[in-house]
């Protein structure tokens, strides 16, 4: 995505600059070139060389050493980030004044641009700090705001920049087509848990990482987006709704509340198919029982498909092997529009990793069809299945 990209990296006065190496690191890992145009103040916090030696790139500074440096980056560049963005930068854009190397440059840029604020929360919050961010969105700028915390000077409050990979993820919506503006997507992720007593229950081991990679990567692509997610250890990504459900039933209810909003749903969560016929309120002792009966679980999917106007619906099947004959009657018997086979005994794919093999089976004319994936991180996959949606919603020929 980032491969040969040309991304202007504008540095300015804040004492979180330290922090851009971790982001300049992320940016070379993925193909980029960086060209850094820092302020003077930024130079009492990173020193040019240490910038100049991570980004690969001569650092600029002063706009006289260059006189035509702010044209030719401006025009030959693809994207413009800021971080850390200083109160006095933001509002020195967002009023149009160009009294440095930084300030000219990113007022002759006409792509892209993504901002990262770092201050006190006080500057953050105050009325002309918000007034400018707000018109700079309008203007189509993008923000990565800042995060809640302890800040340098001791106080707690919101100004503390946002976490690289954020930060990151940023620069890559930035940059992507937003194919997926006309969709509202709903994804479930995640385990479901069913509870024996107050403090046991059954699950499994799903992570939830391949839920939030599609629901990350529908954002990115401007779709809005629901994520639902049971209990897992992943920070959510940047979407538009977070719901967070413990239960099978939780899930079903959520879906359910939503499912009359959204043009798309994805089932890549793993609910629990069964749970136990009896709770227990209180801790059960170990002596006292031998057995626990166990009752099947409401089936989500199966309720979905009774619904006379339901979306565009995607199920997941995790199977023990690649098993295509089960994902198609599993397909069939559900009423979905397309199914996405999972191989769980896959050694580098399947749950709780990184990457991740499918198989995209859905049914057209009465025939189906299949695209087996290579094995690739979980995000590229995500996409694969977001484009096959898109294809097939737009296919005239689909029943």
């Not at 922090?19 to 103040?41: D, R, W, Y």
């Not at 923000?143 to 100004?159: I, N």
Request: hydrophobic share 40%.
């Amino acid at each position: 995505m980032l491969k040969n990209k040309k991304i202007v990296l504008g540095i300015t006065g804040s004492i979180a600059a330290y922090k851009i190496f971790e982001l300049i690191k992320f940016l070379k890992n993925s193909g980029a070139l960086i060209f850094p145009v820092i302020t003077k103040n930024a130079t009492y916090f990173v020193t040019p060389l240490s910038i100049e030696i991570a980004c690969g790139n001569k650092v600029l500074i002063d706009m006289f050493d260059s006189p035509m440096s702010h044209i030719d980056l401006a025009k030959n560049s693809d994207l413009f980030v800021i971080a850390p963005a200083t109160a006095n930068f933001i509002n020195k854009y967002a009023s149009g004044i160009a009294d440095d190397l930084l300030t000219t440059t990113i007022l002759a840029f006409k792509g892209p641009v993504v901002i990262a604020p770092a201050m006190n929360w006080r500057m953050y919050e105050s009325p002309q700090v918000q007034k400018n961010i707000k018109y700079l969105k309008e203007l189509g700028v993008n923000f990565v705001e800042p995060e809640e915390g302890c800040l340098a000077c001791g106080e707690e409050g919101k100004g503390r920049l946002a976490e690289v990979n954020k930060i990151f993820d940023a620069i890559i919506s930035a940059l992507t087509e937003k194919d997926l503006i006309t969709e509202n997507i709903l994804v479930t992720a995640g385990p479901t848990r069913q509870y024996i007593d107050p403090i046991r229950f059954i699950t499994n081991k799903s992570s939830g990482k391949m839920g939030y990679a599609i629901a990350k990567v529908a954002k990115i692509r401007g779709a809005s987006t629901t994520l639902i997610s049971g209990p897992s250890n992943l920070s959510p990504p940047q979407v538009d709704r977070f719901i967070s459900v413990e239960t099978t039933s939780d899930m079903l209810q959520a879906v359910m509340e939503n499912i009359n909003e959204i043009t798309t749903l994805i089932m890549s969560a793993a609910p629990l198919d069964f749970e136990p016929e009896m709770f227990f309120e209180t801790k059960i002792d170990k002596e006292s029982i031998k057995s626990i009966s166990l009752k099947l679980c409401p089936d989500i999917l199966k309720e979905i498909s009774k619904l006379k106007n339901r979306p565009f619906t995607v199920g997941f099947s995790a199977e023990w092997g690649f098993n295509i004959n089960r994902a198609k009657k599993k397909l069939l018997e559900k009423n979905l529009d397309m199914i996405v086979l999972n191989d769980i005994t896959g050694k580098h794919g399947g749950m709780a990793s990184d990457e991740n093999q499918v198989v995209i089976i859905y049914k057209k004319k009465n025939r189906f069809y299949q695209y087996k994936t290579p094995l690739l991180p979980k995000e590229d996959v995500a996409s694969i299945i977001l484009s096959k949606i898109k294809e097939l919603k737009f296919d005239k020929h689909f029943q």
